[in-house]
């Protein structure tokens, strides 16, 4: 079985920072592309930010220039630093990773159990 275990969600103010973190834990492989995404509710889940194994970004263009995804491949953790956040940044982000927990299986994906990011005055 693979976790992933996010933190670092809360309030903050418009205009402040806050950084996700997301650690995957267990019968681990490989972990191909990792990222976040948000939802907010009554609508469905978006992407936030990916980042593949080699390292390649890509952003929702809702938080290109605000947001920054990065990993550190020896712990297994994917973080998300969130700049200048607007109210509307506000929803539960999750972590996601697609993972494989051998060499002959295919790569699976795995969801956080989500962190509450809320951006008010």
């Known amino acids: 079985q693979v976790q992933l275990v996010e933190s670092g969600g809360g309030l903050v103010q418009p205009g402040g920072s806050l950084r996700l973190s997301c650690a995957c834990s267990?019968?681990?492989?490989?972990?191909?592309?990792m990222g976040w995404y948000r939802q907010v509710l009554g609508k469905q889940r978006e992407l936030v930010a990916t980042i593949t194994s080699g390292g390649s970004t890509n952003y929702a263009d809702s938080v290109k220039g605000r947001f920054s995804i990065s990993r550190d491949y020896a712990k297994n953790t994917v973080f998300l630093q969130m700049n200048n956040l607007e109210p509307e940044d506000t929803a539960v982000y999750y972590c996601n990773a697609v993972v494989t927990s051998n060499w002959y299986s295919k790569g699976m994906d795995y969801w956080g159990e989500g962190t509450l990011v809320t951006v008010s005055s």
């Open positions: 267990g019968s681990i492989f490989r972990i191909y592309d």
